[in-house]
């Protein structure tokens, strides 16, 4: 079992940048694929990035491409989640979470662990 903690929310005001964390405790954080996921008021939860085990691979949701970065540090068993150039839109709650046994998944329900979410507010 792998416990996620999710820190760097906050207010920030359009085409500002924020960077976001998300720390792990328990199993072995390199046996697991991480992903970040945000969800709106009113809305479904929905899938932002994934990276694989090693790092080595990325996959972004298109709302997100080129704006949002996600990177990992397994020696500080740390996943990370850089965005920059923010839009109202991108306001939600962000939610880490990990999958045990595949990576890149968008489908909420595949992932094993899940943080308890950060809020980011971005102002126009």
């Known amino acids: 079992q792998v416990h996620l903690v999710e820190s760097g929310g906050g207010l920030v005001q359009a085409g500002g940048s924020l960077r976001l964390s998300c720390a792990a405790s328990?199993?072995?954080?390199?046996?697991?694929?991480m992903g970040w996921f945000r969800q709106a008021p009113g809305k479904e939860r929905e899938f932002v990035a994934a990276i694989n085990w090693s790092g080595g691979n990325r996959y972004y949701a298109d709302s997100v491409k080129g704006r949002f970065t996600i990177s990992r540090d397994n020696a500080k068993n740390t996943v990370y989640l850089q965005m920059n150039s923010l839009k109202p839109e991108d306001t939600a709650v962000y939610y880490c979470?990990?999958?045990?046994?595949?990576?890149?998944?968008?489908?909420?329900?595949?992932?094993?662990?899940w943080g308890q979410g950060t809020q980011v507010t971005v102002s126009s």
């Open positions: 328990g199993r072995a954080f390199s046996s697991y694929a």
């Open positions: 979470a990990a999958d045990a046994t595949r990576w890149g998944t968008t489908r909420s329900e595949e992932y094993d662990y």
